[in-house]
């Protein structure tokens, strides 16, 4: 099935320092959600973009849509030991079909 | 956010027998729910994507006839794995989308692990 290509694959940082993660794609979407996946449990939303160029904010997390379309931006400030775990992107279709990133895993050394 | 709820959170079952998962929305009444799969260490992979009251639409290499789908109501949807085998142990996590033309964010169940022995 079609994957979107996200970077870096894992990271470990430091407690306090920032994250930044990104999805990009061949394809145009309309939609693009973020998520977090904890060990054993379904992704929680942390952030959905709907237009180009959109900047949204969650707390200490904040998110933006590509102007291309074809990719998003994911960044973390400060970042806690609880930070810990899976970041997807998933783009969207009209459809609502979300097709999804290979996954960034990310550990906090406190 | 909405809730969505999986039910088992988790089976074993023999090998060639069937397994039944349920996806509910909780507090919304979803017009599609969507079931994927993933493997450890893996990305979440789109099986088929099912509206209520008709035929869910099958990813290219699903097997239809193997991974049974049914959305009866707005608020349930079940995926059936017919005759498993242990290549099918996997986590199967559902999601949903509300009604409403501005909702289009996907929530997403707790995730059933199918182990098959």
């Known amino acids: 099935g079609q994957q979107l290509n996200q970077s870096p694959q894992s990271m470990f940082i430091q407690e306090g320092e920032d994250v930044s993660m990104n999805c990009t794609s061949s394809s145009i979407f309309n939609t693009w959600l973020w998520y977090k996946q904890d060990p054993g449990e379904g992704p929680v939303l942390l952030i959905a973009?709907?237009?180009?160029?959109e900047l949204t904010s969650n707390g200490r997390l904040t998110a933006q849509f590509g102007i291309t379309r074809k990719d998003s931006f994911l960044n973390i400030s400060a970042s806690i030991p609880s930070d810990v775990g899976i970041y997807f992107c998933?783009?969207?279709?009209?459809?609502?079909?979300?097709?999804f990133g290979t996954g960034t895993r990310l550990k906090v050394l406190a | 956010g909405a809730v969505v709820s999986q039910h088992p959170s988790w089976v074993i079952c023999k090998s060639g027998t069937s397994v039944k998962i349920e996806c509910r929305s909780l507090?919304?009444?979803?017009?599609?729910m969507f079931w994927y799969r993933q493997f450890p260490k893996q990305s979440l992979m789109l099986m088929a994507t099912?509206?209520?009251?008709?035929?869910?639409?099958?990813e290219q290499g699903v097997e239809k006839d193997k991974f049974l789908i049914n959305h009866a109501s707005l608020t349930l949807s079940t995926l059936t794995v017919t005759s498993a085998h242990p290549e099918d142990s996997s986590f199967y996590i559902c999601?949903?989308?509300?009604?409403?033309?501005?909702?289009?964010?996907?929530?997403f169940g707790q995730g059933t692990r199918l182990t098959v022995v």
């Open positions: 099912s509206n209520e009251g008709s035929k869910a639409t099958y």
């Open positions: 507090d919304f009444q979803a017009t599609t």
């Open positions: 998933a783009g969207g279709f009209g459809t609502y079909k979300y097709i």
């Open positions: 973009l709907y237009k180009a160029g």
């Open positions: 999601s949903a989308i509300g009604q409403g033309t501005l909702n289009t964010e996907a929530f």
